[in-house]
């Protein structure tokens, strides 16, 4: 098998010396070609290059989620066929691994590549839908590229909180979970829109849903981890599925410490519920609209301000190793 491994070097969980260990491990099992990456969105070009190239078989991402978007991004940059792209691979390198742990795979970058080469000797994968991104058409937006994400999107509050984030891991803060909190509750206390929502979703065959100030596009459960602990905001999504969605109408100081518990006890049987709490499942075709610009993310990537977005869920768009 020819494979190419896309390393990310800023990898926060992985030593250079332990991807040194991992490379020479997948290196005995195929004729693997690895890069680092040197700029962002060289792992898309690197994937891009591999799905045209027609005679690599498997990408391995190893990285965190931004890593493997980006992997993703190339590998589809000319639309999804899981029967003649390459197979994906994802060994986890970052400070959370959404999308590996949403598969099953060990949070150990050692033990998932040990996984990983099980799976190949015993030819394991699985074809998983995504999500996609894109400006809505007759809006400001409308030029904007198309993007896949793997297991979540957000625009407003959340996308808020990852901004801040990013600006404070760009003065040498570290990825922390207390980071995130305390940026999630900067951003609250900032939030202008949380009392009189600005988001309206739309979608074929129903009448739009206005005034919303939150907005959770999740294409797999969960939709983030605490340490540990699974965070369910859309318990029923799933890979195997379209796109769910969690949107909230109010994020006044009684909702959002109601709301908050929610997410912190959720469960796979159950997750933020209430009259202020809109859960939609398994939408293929929808789109959110805001009277006003607001953050916009996906896959925990601060992708600046949008007015609206269209989104469609699609089944069967990539062969993962798992």
Not at 5 to 22: I, Q, Y
Not at 175 to 195: C, G, K, N, V
Not at 288 to 311: E, I
Request: contains cysteine; aromatic residues 6%; hydrophobic residues 40%.
């Amino acid at each position: 098998m020819r494979a190419l491994l896309v390393v990310n070097p800023a990898a926060t969980t992985t030593s250079a010396r332990t991807r040194d260990v991992l490379i020479h491990a997948l290196a005995s099992e195929m004729k693997l070609e690895a890069v680092t990456t040197e700029y962002r969105g060289h792992a898309r070009d690197l994937a891009r290059r591999a799905a045209e190239s027609r005679d690599v078989e498997l990408v391995v991402a190893l990285g965190g989620d931004g890593t493997v978007n980006e992997v993703v991004n190339g590998l589809l940059h000319h639309g999804p066929d899981p029967d003649r792209l390459p197979h994906l691979a994802v060994v986890p390198g970052g400070s959370t691994n959404v999308f590996a742990r949403a598969l099953g795979l060990p949070n150990d970058a050692v033990e998932a590549t040990g996984a990983l080469l099980d799976a190949l000797r015993e030819r394991r994968d699985r074809t998983v839908g995504l999500g996609l991104a894109a400006g809505t058409p007759g809006t400001e937006d409308e030029a904007v590229p198309a993007r896949w994400f793997t297991f979540c999107a957000g625009f407003g509050f959340d996308a808020g909180v990852i901004g801040r984030v990013e600006q404070q891991r760009e003065r040498g803060k570290r990825s922390t979970h207390a980071l995130y909190i305390r940026q999630a509750m900067r951003q609250f206390l900032d939030e202008p829109h949380r009392r009189n929502g600005v988001i309206t979703l739309e979608r074929p065959g129903h009448d739009p849903v206005h005034d919303l100030s939150l907005s959770i596009v999740c294409n797999t459960a969960p939709w983030t981890y605490l340490g540990n602990r699974p965070v369910y905001a859309s318990p029923r999504a799933s890979f195997d599925t379209a796109l769910d969605v969690l949107a909230l109408s109010r994020l006044s100081t009684a909702s959002v410490a109601r709301y908050a518990t929610q997410l912190l006890t959720s469960s796979p049987e159950r997750g933020p519920h209430g009259k202020h709490a809109l859960s939609l499942h398994d939408l293929t075709d929808f789109a959110l609209h805001s009277k006003v610009p607001l953050p916009f993310q996906m896959d925990g990537d601060h992708l600046g301000l949008r007015s609206s977005v269209t989104f469609t869920g699609v089944r069967r768009a990539l062969r993962v190793i798992v």
